[in-house]
């Protein structure tokens, strides 16, 4: 039996976010986002939806409350284990953050050298998988300048595949491209999401979500809320 297999991948309990500087950004939230679920986070700018982003994935300092996030307890999290839960959440940033100077294969191997694979043809193997599996097959010797802002969004969602997350979070991934291409890349995220990934993005984009309408949480005065509508 596998434990805590029905625990929802995000609980969050009574929980401040607060921004460096201690600013309070957020003040006590709860929601849980189970395996699976695609869920929006919208909310004006300023809200708070890239802090508390910042706070899932412990680059902001939970100050109090309860986050339990793929199987890790922030508010007793140990320092050096940051980079094990960050390897169970795969983060996508709108600026993406590539790079330049390496290829699209140097560039995922970095990552999986950073997270401590070793066997060169394991590493090969799994490069390849995730470039399938974003559409990117024939593209793992170009460089990313010789790529579309599309592409290279692609490359960034491929690198935040390469150790199989319980869950993907991504802070406005379609800010920077134009419609059609958000749409692909909403597509993208859509099937990988159909394939078991709980995913939660944070977006201005209300034509997308009009276009493929999912669950939504908003940031708004200082709390988060549920919305069914928008
Ligand atoms: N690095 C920082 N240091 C201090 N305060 C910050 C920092 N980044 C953001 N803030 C403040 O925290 C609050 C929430 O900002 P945040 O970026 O989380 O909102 P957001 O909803 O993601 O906005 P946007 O949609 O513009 O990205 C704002 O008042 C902002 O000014």
Same mark, same amino acid.
């Given at each position: 039996?596998?434990?805590?297999?029905?625990?929802?991948?995000?609980?969050?309990?009574?929980?401040?976010?607060?921004?460096?500087?201690?600013?309070?950004?957020?003040?006590?939230?709860?929601?849980?986002?189970?395996?699976?679920?695609?869920?929006?986070?919208?909310?004006?700018?300023?809200?708070?939806?890239?802090?508390? #982003?910042?706070?899932?994935? $412990?680059?902001?300092?939970?100050?109090?409350?309860?986050?339990?996030?793929?199987?890790?307890?922030?508010?007793?999290?140990?320092?050096?284990?940051?980079?094990?839960?960050?390897?169970?959440?795969?983060?996508?940033?709108?600026?993406?953050?590539?790079?330049?100077?390496?290829?699209?294969?140097?560039? #995922?191997?970095?990552?999986?050298? !950073?997270?401590?694979?070793?066997?060169?043809?394991?590493?090969?193997?799994?490069?390849?998988?995730?470039?399938?599996?974003?559409?990117?097959?024939?593209?793992?010797?170009?460089?990313?300048?010789?790529?579309?802002?599309?592409?290279?969004?692609?490359?960034?969602? $491929?690198?935040?595949?390469?150790?199989?997350?319980?869950? #993907?979070? !991504?802070?406005?991934?379609?800010?920077?491209?134009?419609?059609?291409?958000?749409?692909?890349?909403?597509?993208?995220?859509?099937?990988?999401?159909?394939?078991?990934?709980?995913?939660?993005? !944070?977006?201005?984009?209300?034509?997308?979500?009009?276009?493929?309408?999912?669950?939504?949480?908003?940031?708004?005065?200082?709390?988060?809320?549920?919305?069914?509508?928008?």
């Amino acid at each position: 039996m596998i434990p805590f297999a029905n625990q929802p991948v995000v609980q969050v309990l009574n929980t401040d976010v607060y921004q460096l500087g201690e600013k309070q950004v957020l003040e006590n939230i709860n929601f849980a986002i189970q395996k699976g679920e695609f869920v929006y986070l919208i909310g004006r700018t300023g809200s708070g939806k890239s802090s508390l #982003l910042k706070t899932l994935y $412990a680059d902001l300092s939970l100050v109090k409350g309860s986050v339990q996030i793929a199987g890790y307890e922030l508010n007793s999290i140990r320092r050096k284990d940051i980079p094990f839960l960050r390897r169970k959440l795969g983060i996508v940033f709108q600026d993406f953050q590539l790079f330049m100077d390496r290829n699209i294969a140097q560039n #995922l191997e970095f990552v999986l050298k !950073a997270t401590g694979w070793t066997d060169s043809m394991k590493m090969k193997t799994r490069i390849a998988e995730v470039l399938i599996r974003v559409g990117l097959s024939g593209e793992m010797n170009k460089m990313p300048h010789q790529l579309s802002g599309g592409e290279q969004q692609r490359v960034v969602i $491929a690198r935040a595949l390469l150790n199989d997350p319980e869950i #993907l979070l !991504a802070d406005e991934p379609t800010g920077n491209l134009d419609p059609e291409v958000s749409e692909d890349i909403m597509r993208l995220f859509l099937s990988i999401n159909k394939s078991g990934m709980s995913v939660l993005m !944070a977006t201005h984009d209300f034509d997308l979500i009009r276009k493929f309408p999912q669950r939504m949480l908003r940031c708004e005065n200082g709390k988060v809320v549920e919305r069914d509508y928008l």
